[in-house]
């Protein structure tokens, strides 16, 4: 099992910065890649960013790429998600995920909320 625990969220005005981060515990070992999604309210959740974690390759969706930084620190166990140049539409609760073994583990969220 991995347990994730997410920290940073908050309220932030457009065009402002906010960094979270994702702490992970237990059977943290053969980790493939973490990143993050997002669910606004009334939508599906969608896919942010991963880092892969024996490389540190990164991948972000269209819409923040340019804006947000995914990054981790190993002996941490902990990856970080730098949001800056937010928008009103990036509002959502952000949830942290793991891939280990073929199993995605998930975080409790956290919430963004950015006013225009």
């Known amino acids: 099992q991995v347990q994730l625990v997410e920290s940073g969220g908050g309220l932030v005005q457009a065009g402002g910065s906010l960094r979270l981060a994702c702490a992970a515990s237990g059977r943290t070992f053969s980790t493939y890649a973490m990143g993050w999604f997002r669910q606004a309210p009334g939508k599906e959740r969608e896919f942010v960013a991963t880092?892969?974690?024996?490389?540190?390759?990164?991948y972000y969706s269209d819409s923040v790429r340019g804006r947000f930084t995914i990054s981790r620190d190993n002996a941490k166990n902990t990856v970080y998600l730098q949001m800056n140049s937010l928008k009103p539409e990036d509002a959502a609760v952000y949830y942290c995920?793991?891939?280990?073994?073929?199993?995605?583990?998930w975080g409790q969220g956290t919430q963004v909320t950015v006013s225009s």
């Open positions: 995920n793991a891939d280990r073994a073929g199993t995605r583990y």
């Open positions: 880092i892969r974690w024996s490389d540190g390759s990164t």
